[in-house]
């Protein structure tokens, strides 16, 4: 009877959005310590993941990925757009290459054109990297639909800085340097029923709030703990209880003002350093890895205050912490897992298996 009952549940969650809302987990392997793609692979098994996203398309990864239940997101490099967009073969190539060698045995779900094509847009070159990104997206989309393939959607991580205000959620705007660039990529995932990939991190958000110091965040807030700190929207009267959720919802009413109130939200990228910065340690990493995890599994899905009940597909960030990465030492501490395959701190249901 238990069973039926979780059952009917799960049904219902899955006709009304098509989508499965096991985490995500990304993928990066930016470092020269870390564990072979095979193993790799049995790491996400064990963890029970249910998607992994991939940098690159690497054959050997997704060989291995191959007659495994874990939905694939591949990335196109962003040096790779520009010719795609020009050049019918090319895309033609890319999809045979990558997709068509692997699918369908290869759950391959998403295919990701760039990675924060928008953030920079100061040289020529960069402009036409962004300027490519939807005709790239369109030709590799013309390829894969003439394969008669249907259970792919195809998107772009844009990181946050694409936003000129978060703040109230209600007041969410993209910045007007992007609209030219944003308006297309939102047609063409609207009229495919495809994702608007964001990466979001509350950590950075807070961070830059505890530095700043004028409107620090609560801690609490920002880790998805918080059972009495709330922020009401005073425009819309929903009531907030993370950050999470206020920079998901910033996006959202961006979508709107442009026009777009149905186009669904993915998260790329969220996470929590263990080490480095301030408030980077392996307690508050863990303490919102688990939050955002319970969170986006939950059935019925708990959405956010602008759109309740809907499934929020979610990467976390990150797999390993990649030593190779560039930056300040806070941006190689992502990592759930240390380079021995062990869990650097334990996450419910996921690093608790291994
Ligand atoms: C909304 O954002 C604009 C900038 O886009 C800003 O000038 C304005 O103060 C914001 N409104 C509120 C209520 O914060
Ligand atoms: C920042 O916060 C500290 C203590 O919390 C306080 O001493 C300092 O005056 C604040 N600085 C600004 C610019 O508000
Ligand atoms: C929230 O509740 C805790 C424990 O009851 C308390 O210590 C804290 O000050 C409260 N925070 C706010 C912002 O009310
Ligand atoms: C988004 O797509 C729907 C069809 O799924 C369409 O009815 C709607 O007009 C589109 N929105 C915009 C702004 O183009
Ligand atoms: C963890 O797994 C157990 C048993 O499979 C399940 O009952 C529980 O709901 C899961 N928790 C989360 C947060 O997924």
């Known amino acids: 009877m238990a069973l039926l009952f979780i059952s009917f549940f799960c049904v219902i969650a899955i006709s009304s959005s098509v989508v499965s809302n096991r985490i995500g ?6 470092g020269n310590n870390l564990p072979s793609p095979a193993q790799s692979i049995e790491l996400l098994q064990n963890m029970n993941m249910g998607r992994v996203k991939l940098y690159d398309a690497d054959h050997e990864i997704l060989n291995h990925l191959s007659g495994k239940d874990i939905e694939v997101a591949i990335t196109v490099a962003n040096d790779e757009i520009s010719g795609i967009a020009a050049n019918q073969h090319l895309a033609d190539q890319w999809v045979y290459e990558h997709i068509v060698a692997h699918y369908p045995s290869t759950r391959i779900r998403f295919v990701l054109v760039g990675n924060q094509v928008f953030s920079s847009v100061n040289t020529p070159e960069d402009m036409q990297i962004a ?24 998107g772009t991580p844009l990181a946050m800085d694409m936003m000129e205000t978060t ?16 308006t297309p990529l939102l047609k063409y995932i609207n009229g495919t029923k495809s994702f608007f990939f964001v990466e979001v991190y509350p950590y950075i958000t807070w961070f830059d709030s505890q ?19 709330t922020y009401t929207d005073p425009r819309t009267g929903l009531v907030y209880t993370n950050l999470l959720d206020q920079m998901i919802d910033s996006v959202v009413y961006a979508m709107a003002k442009l026009g777009y109130n149905d186009v669904m939200v993915a998260i790329a990228e969220t996470g929590w350093p263990h080490k480095g910065e301030l408030g980077a340690n392996r307690a508050n990493a863990a303490e919102y890895n688990n939050n955002v995890i319970r969170k986006m599994t939950t059935v019925p899905s708990v959405g956010t205050p602008a759109r309740p009940g809907v499934v929020i597909p979610t990467f976390i960030y990150s797999m390993y912490d990649e030593n190779q990465k560039y930056g300040p030492n806070t941006e190689r501490r992502w990592g759930l897992l240390n380079p021995d395959g062990g869990p650097v701190y334990v996450v419910v249901n996921v690093t608790s298996g291994l």
């Open 25 to 30: 987990i990304n993928y990066g392997h930016l």
């Open 131 to 154: 300027l490519d990104l939807v005709p790239a997206i369109r030709r590799i989309q013309k390829t894969i639909k003439s394969q008669g393939i249907h259970n792919i959607k195809i």
């Open 167 to 182: 703040f109230p959620p209600s007041n969410g705007s993209f910045k007007p340097a992007i609209s030219d660039l944003i």
């Open 211 to 229: 530095v700043r110091n004028h409107t620090a965040i609560n801690l609490d807030y920002a880790l998805l703990r918080s059972r009495n700190v």
